[in-house]
């Protein structure tokens, strides 16, 4: 996809955002370039508003899938006694304008990349939304504009795909949601013991820490051949040299839970267990399955759990746990049967992010409604934190090869800029192929000066072998000059907010920022017309202070080039002394 803009028509507004912003992304006059890859950049003062848009968004998609979902869960959406349920007529922000290109649907242009249908959504206080595709009549004479509900899934972006460095909790929120939404839909799925697919309907993927382990296994286990590897060349990691699986089969519920019905145990002692994995130990008959890799196999395609059986090295089953351990000791053959087995990095993936849902089993029915009706920043602390032999899935002794580094090294003991570095670079190389919106609040905080400034040379090497028909439209906010330097002025997006006026207000650079320096940027992008920190900066005016009463002028000078670095403010103050002590 490619946004072309938003607007908040709210009369709350939303957050900082005031009812009446409006954002505009590709102008009329760069249509002709939206197949192009330009990550918009984000920048601005704290608080200037720049992570507002990324919430925004995301809080949009996730109730725009909330409404075409479907499968919602059980006391989800509003009823006569369920007064705080999800209601199509309500949002936050409740009212609002979305803009963007997407790829017109293959049955309706042979050239989906060239055709380009423009989209737009309108929310109004107290009603639906409603999903238009603007210029239909070229490619649909007889079709209407405004899309059905069976239409309108085929018009979203494929994924939208969220990450944080920090704790942005109002961003991950509408994600958590939807992670909670999943769960439920498979719990569905094992209570009527119905054939549950490796995709859940949702599109809302956040990458947190659960999931980390997940995209440097896929990435690493499935790579493409001819797929830009930054890995190695920076972070210097080689390859896997093994790591571990273990799968938990069998979880304890209360009486009162949902699950019993399908329970075993003693009742009347209280000691209920439910096999939460069973769907994923099921074989699956070709016909029920979709994926072109079906005729790999004569029968059927084993379970989920199955598959990874087939790929480890050795295999173990504690019956006093009941728990399937897996080692994977990685070689060339072990990624040969992933391979076999899950057939791209992303299904992969799906595979593990599937696994990784089945850990939020301890939330109660009632916590899940309080999560799924509450806009509170707190909901999340309501959610039960698992001990580690509690989990369905959890990933051990996952060592790594690092060039120069003589022994295998814990993941674990990355630092906080390789981890990062993973978790960016591994998200934008697994969804590269996919018709996809990249939320991605600050994602090079921890990075040294020398890989921000080379941060979005990498992100255009990732998408630049993917697909030629795949649009991805990447929103990045971030307080790093090196990213403005590196992006030209179109795609900078410049936010100050007046607090005077409660008024947030975007522009775009009145100067050329592609290969601006990082001095000029910090200037016009953050106010700071100072380039060293503010007690270097206390030091130098207390030296300037001593000489203006009367000290000696070479003595300062002295002073001032033992004390300080190089800088302009040196250099200038300097001067200022010079000239000083010639009208002397």
């Not at 704290?46 to 848009?53: F, H, P």
């Not at 725009?64 to 006694?81: G, H, M, Q, R």
């Not at 255009?460 to 697909?467: H, L, Q, V, Y």
């Not at 607090?499 to 992008?525: C, D, H, W, Y």
Request: negative net charge.
């Amino acid at each position: 996809m490619k946004l072309i803009r938003l607007k908040i028509n709210d009369p709350k507004g939303f957050r900082s955002l005031q009812s009446g912003f409006e954002i505009f992304f590709l102008g009329e006059w760069d249509f002709d370039k939206a197949d192009e890859f330009n990550p918009y950049i984000l920048t601005g003062p704290n608080g200037s508003g720049k992570s507002n848009i990324l919430e925004a968004l995301a809080a949009i998609f996730y109730h725009i899938e909330c409404v075409y979902l479907n499968y919602k869960p059980e006391n989800f959406e509003y009823t006569d006694t369920n007064s705080k349920g999800f209601k199509a007529e309500k949002s936050a922000p409740d009212a609002f304008e979305l803009e963007y290109f997407i790829p017109v649907p293959g049955s309706f242009s042979p050239d989906p990349l060239k055709d380009l249908a423009r989209v737009k959504i309108i929310k109004e206080i107290k009603a639906e939304p409603r999903v238009f595709w603007k210029n239909r009549q070229a490619f649909d004479q007889k079709g209407n504009v405004l899309l059905s509900r069976t239409e309108v899934k085929d018009f979203l972006p494929t994924y939208i795909l969220g990450y944080s460095s920090g704790d942005n909790e109002i961003l991950s929120l509408p994600f958590f949601k939807m992670r909670f939404i999943h769960y439920d839909e498979y719990k569905d799925f094992l209570i009527k013991d119905e054939y549950y697919s490796l995709s859940p309907e949702g599109r809302m993927v956040f990458l947190d820490r659960e999931l980390s382990e997940a995209i440097v296994l896929s990435n690493f286990l499935i790579p493409e051949n001819d797929r830009f590897n930054p890995f190695e060349q920076e972070p210097g990691i080689v390859r896997i040299k093994s790591f571990q699986m273990i799968i938990k089969d069998y979880i304890d519920v209360k009486t009162e839970s949902d699950l019993n019905q399908i329970a075993v145990g003693d009742e009347e002692k209280q000691i209920l267990q439910v096999e939460l994995t069973r769907l994923l130990n099921k074989s699956i008959s070709k016909t029920a399955f979709s994926s072109g890799f079906a005729s790999e196999f004569q029968d059927e395609i084993p379970g989920l759990i199955s598959r990874f059986k087939h790929c480890a090295t050795a295999q173990f089953y504690d019956d006093e746990t009941e728990s399937l351990y897996l080692d994977f000791w990685v070689n060339d053959e072990t990624k040969t049967a992933f391979q076999f087995h899950f057939q791209t990095a992303i299904d992969l993936f799906k595979a593990f992010q599937l696994l990784f849902t089945l850990n939020l089993y301890p939330a109660s029915e009632n916590s899940k409604k309080q999560l799924y009706q509450s806009s509170s920043l707190h909901v999340k602390d309501t959610i039960p934190v698992l001990t580690s032999d509690e989990r369905i899935i959890r990933i051990n002794d996952f060592m790594l090869k690092k060039s120069n580094v003589k022994l295998p090294v814990n993941i674990r003991s990355l630092s906080d800029g390789e981890h990062q570095f993973l978790h960016t670079m591994g998200l934008c190389l697994l969804y590269r192929n996919e018709n996809c919106l990249f939320l991605l609040d600050e994602p090079e905080t921890h990075f040294n000066p020398e890989w921000r400034a080379r941060f979005i040379s990498w992100l255009r090497k990732a998408f630049e072998n993917g697909n030629f028909d795949t649009l991805r439209e990447t929103l990045i906010t971030t307080h790093t000059p090196f990213l403005v330097s590196d992006s030209k002025k179109e795609y900078v997006l410049m936010f100050t907010n007046d607090p005077e006026k409660n008024q947030v207000t975007v522009s775009r650079p009145e100067f050329n920022t592609l290969g601006a320096s990082i001095n000029k940027i910090t200037m016009e992008a953050f106010g700071k017309t100072q380039t060293i920190g503010g007690y270097a900066e206390q030091k130098l005016n207390e030296l300037k202070q001593r000489f203006e009463q009367g000290e000696d002028g070479n003595q300062i000078i002295y002073e001032t080039n033992k004390l300080l670095g190089d800088s302009v403010e040196k250099l200038v103050s300097i001067n200022k002394i010079l000239a000083g002590m010639e009208k002397e």
